[in-house]
């Protein structure tokens, strides 16, 4: 079964600090996606990244990095220096087939 | 850049009635998606759709819930005796090809009376 573990429920920093949110997935299928959304208080649900299972390579967008190993399923997200307006609640997701398997989700506080 | 449109973004129903969720899915889109969040908790696959009909539905989608592409450009998901449980934000989501992201709308928050 396919199954998205987010273990860390929330954390708090002060702005500035770096902050990674894990995630650990598991699945039986050989080709799959994972993805990250961003869901800000105003509570839609915002595409960050996605990653096929066939590219491990470690990518940046500005103050963000994704961290995927496929040797351990995790696929983990850093915001490096952290602002305010990054508090919001993160999801990991799984492709599996036609569909998408979150995590629970963690809620992250960046406090000024 | 286009964008997942739904409607209403907020909609209370007495318990027992039918409700229709709208979304405009992005123009170019062949594969659509409902999806459903309770207050506090992960979001839930519902049911997927491709090619005028249900691709995949999850055991939430039981008898009571439908959905409609009735013309080219709406995606309506239809509740059709609503419980107090169903009450939660229901997003609609829209991907070009089975290997592209889903967009998702802003979602619309149900709050069942």
């Known amino acids: 079964a396919q199954k998205v573990t987010q273990a860390q429920t929330e954390i708090s920093v002060v702005e500035k600090e770096d902050v990674t949110l894990d995630c650990v997935y598991e699945t039986r299928d050989t080709t799959y996606y994972l993805f990250w959304y961003k869901q800000p208080p105003s509570g839609e649900l915002v595409f960050l990244i996605r990653?096929?299972?066939?590219?491990?390579q470690n990518e940046i967008s500005g103050r963000y990095s994704w961290n995927f190993q496929k040797s351990t399923s995790s696929f983990n997200f850093t915001i490096t220096a952290s602002q305010v307006v990054d508090s919001a609640v993160y999801f990991c997701a799984l492709g599996h087939g036609n569909k998408l398997v979150f995590g629970a989700g963690t809620i992250l506080r960046v406090k000024s | 850049e286009p964008e997942v449109t739904q409607t209403p973004s907020h909609q209370v129903t007495q318990m027992g009635q039918e409700v229709i969720l709208r979304c405009v899915p992005i123009?170019?889109?062949?594969?659509f998606y409902w999806y459903r969040q309770i207050l506090g908790q992960k979001v839930e696959f519902l049911v997927s759709f491709y090619n005028n009909e249900i691709s995949e539905k999850s055991e939430i989608f039981d008898d009571q819930f439908s959905v409609e592409r009735p013309d080219g450009s709406n995606f309506t998901l239809k509740i059709r005796s609503t419980k107090l449980e169903d009450s939660a934000m229901y997003f609609c989501?829209?991907?070009?090809?089975?290997?592209?992201?889903?967009?998702f709308g802003d979602g619309t928050r149900l709050s069942i009376l």
């Open positions: 989501a829209s991907r070009n090809r089975g290997d592209q992201p889903q967009h």
């Open positions: 123009s170019n889109h062949l594969y």
């Open positions: 990653r096929n299972s066939f590219d491990e």
